[in-house]
């Protein structure tokens, strides 16, 4: 039996109530998914030592594991993803190192991008990043979508994405 995948929103902003965290909302509204805000962990940045193994960042590793599809949302900060954003990739690391075991876990997953900012201007470079880690962790890269804030609410052109992606999201599949 085929059944829509489990869906998990990871966002990654310097303001957990900003205007990345209003574009997640609405995609909330449009499809059932699961919501991480980094900053309600704490973790620190990878460590060559792996000093740091008491933060959260198994934990939040431990939650990730249980969805199928994962979407990354940052702001696009100086035209890439946010400093805890990053410092969550970074930490990826530690399970291709000392947590081979959850490393592998993350094959086959998908992995969506999100990126917000207060205009229509776009940086597709700011995905590359998030493409060549979905490869190289053996995960299905399934796209980039841009969005934007106009006066304080979503641009319609941000509504529609959303909605098209919610759609997307839905016709995904998993063999139960």
Known sequence: MKKTPKTLLILGSS????N???????LMELHDCDLIDLNDWQFSYYDYE???QDDDFIKI???VLKYEVLIFASPIYWYSMSAVMKTFFDRISDLLKIRKEEGRQLRGKTMLVISCNGD???YPSFATPFELSADYLGM???GYYHTWIENGKLA???ADTLQQLASELESLEVQE
């Open 15 to 18: 303001r957990s109530n900003g």
């Open 20 to 26: 990345t965290r209003k574009v997640l909302d609405r």
């Open 50 to 52: 792996h000093k740091n």
């Open 61 to 63: 590793i431990d939650q």
């Open 120 to 122: 229509q201007e776009d």
């Open 140 to 142: 299905k890269y399934a």
């Open 156 to 158: 319609q052109a941000t």
